[in-house]
């Protein structure tokens, strides 16, 4: 799922996070195909081919979430999401790294408060600043 797409121990810049994030996203429609997954997420004809494509087209990590559920054994859509937030939440507790400090250390252009409601799922979160988030508190870690 998305909190364990790195190796453990292996640490990605926000970039390489985020694509590894797609290539997951991208093997669940190459296995499944556009049409279940538009029909089963409500995404999009365009954002799904984008993804069956290669692209990263804007997804917010619960839609994201709402793909990887599908795959056979998966967790429901809310649970993947929610792991993924849990993920980061317990990060930051190891690694003692607080909002405000992943504010000013990322590129996000998002104030501490900001910070918290994406990381609680109160603030939509696209994958390109949930990667941001989760690599900023892996490397600390």
Same mark, same amino acid.
């Given at each position: 799922?998305?909190?364990?797409?790195? =190796?453990?121990?292996?640490?990605?810049?926000?970039?390489?996070?985020?694509?590894?994030?797609?290539?997951?996203?991208?093997?669940?429609?190459?296995?499944?195909?556009?049409?279940?997954?538009?029909?089963? !997420?409500?995404?999009?004809?365009? !954002?799904?081919?984008?993804?069956?494509?290669?692209?990263?087209?804007?997804? !917010?990590? =619960?839609?994201?979430?709402?793909?990887?559920?599908? =795959?056979?054994?998966?967790?429901?859509?809310?649970?993947?999401?929610?792991?993924?937030?849990?993920?980061?939440?317990?990060?930051?507790?190891?690694?003692?790294?607080?909002?405000?400090?992943?504010?000013? =250390?990322?590129?996000?252009?998002?104030?501490?408060?900001?910070?918290?409601?994406?990381?609680?799922?109160?603030?939509?979160?696209?994958?390109?600043?949930?990667?941001?988030?989760?690599?900023?508190?892996?490397?600390?870690?």
């Amino acid at each position: 799922m998305l909190h364990d797409v790195a =190796e453990a121990g292996e640490e990605l810049s926000p970039s390489a996070l985020r694509a590894t994030y797609f290539a997951e996203l991208a093997a669940v429609v190459a296995e499944l195909g556009v049409d279940t997954v538009v029909g089963a !997420t409500g995404l999009d004809r365009d !954002t799904v081919a984008a993804l069956a494509d290669g692209d990263e087209p804007e997804l !917010t990590l =619960e839609e994201a979430a709402a793909v990887l559920a599908l =795959e056979d054994g998966a967790p429901d859509a809310e649970s993947i999401a929610w792991e993924a937030r849990d993920h980061v939440l317990m990060g930051m507790s190891a690694a003692v790294v607080d909002v405000d400090t992943i504010a000013r =250390e990322t590129d996000l252009d998002l104030d501490g408060k900001e910070i918290q409601q994406l990381i609680e799922g109160r603030l939509p979160a696209t994958l390109a600043q949930f990667a941001a988030v989760q690599a900023y508190v892996d490397a600390r870690r």
